[in-house]
T-cell receptor, first 113, second 112 residues
Framework: GQQLNQSPQSMFIQEGEDVSMNCTSSSIFNTWLWYKQDPGEGPVLLIALYKAGELTSNGRLTAQFGTTRKDSFLNISASIPSDVGIYFCAGQLRNFGAGKSTFGDGTTLTVKP | DAGITQSPRHKVTETGTPVTLRCHQTENHRYMYWYRQDPGHGLRLIHYSYGVKDTDKGEVSDGYSVSRSKTEDFLLTLESATSSQTSVYFC???????????FGDGTRLSIL
């Protein structure tokens, strides 16, 4: 099946720093999604991207749909302690059927005050 | 929250026993999904449903079955639980085929 390579696997940063993470695939996707998961909870949708080259922001978060349709990037500016969690990318391809998504293995973010 | 309730939230059981997890939604969404999440891994799709009584397998369906007798409920059954099925199970819903999925808070299942 489809494989997503998400990197880095983990990040340890100081509060106030900017964060960048990415997801790559050997195949194209029609939609890229970014989720955040807090401990003991389910993933929560942060940003959805539907077009190659699209750049979308949600507060301090900015995500981009790569022009090749095989990658996506998430940036967090001026990190704060509540940014701690696991960030997942997910890709959807129309011929998967039923809106199935393929998920990356996640980037675990730790923010030191 | 997206109106998704998973029950139970935690369960400990023994190898060989049957287990049923429930996902209940109040959003009237057509699509429902069951995933498992294991340490160091993303979410892997077990089964999904695209309507009442319409279900299909995901990438890790062996040892699991599902049923959807009404729009709001999607049940995941482990007929004879094994230790390899110890995991956190998430239900997700989506209104349309290619809309983003929204997740419940998960069920932590331990099989001893």
């Amino acid at each position: 099946g489809q494989q997503l390579n998400q990197s880095p696997q983990s990040m340890f940063i100081q509060e106030g720093e900017d964060v960048s993470m990415n997801c790559t695939s050997s195949s194209i996707f029609n939609t890229w999604l970014w989720y955040k998961q807090d401990p003991g909870e389910g993933p929560v949708l942060l940003i959805a991207l539907y077009k190659a080259g699209e750049l979308t922001s949600n507060g301090r978060l900015t995500a981009q749909f790569g022009t090749t349709r095989k990658d996506s990037f998430l940036n967090i500016s001026a990190s704060i302690p509540s940014d701690v969690g696991i960030y997942f990318c997910a890709g959807q391809l129309r011929n998967f059927g039923a809106g199935k998504s393929t998920f990356g293995d996640g980037t675990t973010l730790t923010v030191k005050p | 929250d997206a109106g998704i309730t998973q029950s139970p939230r935690h369960k400990v059981t023994e190898t060989g026993t049957p287990v049923t997890l429930r996902c209940h939604q109040t959003e009237n969404h057509r699509y429902m999904y069951w995933y498992r999440q294991d340490p160091g891994h993303g979410l892997r799709l077990i089964h999904y449903s695209y309507g009442v009584k319409d279900t299909d397998k995901g990438e890790v369906s062996d040892g699991y079955s599902v049923s959807r007798s009404k729009t709001e409920d999607f049940l995941l059954t482990l007929e004879s639980a094994t230790s390899s099925q110890t995991s956190v199970y998430f239900c997700a819903i989506s209104p349309q085929e290619y809309q983003p999925q929204h997740f419940g808070d998960g069920t932590r299942l331990s099989i001893l």
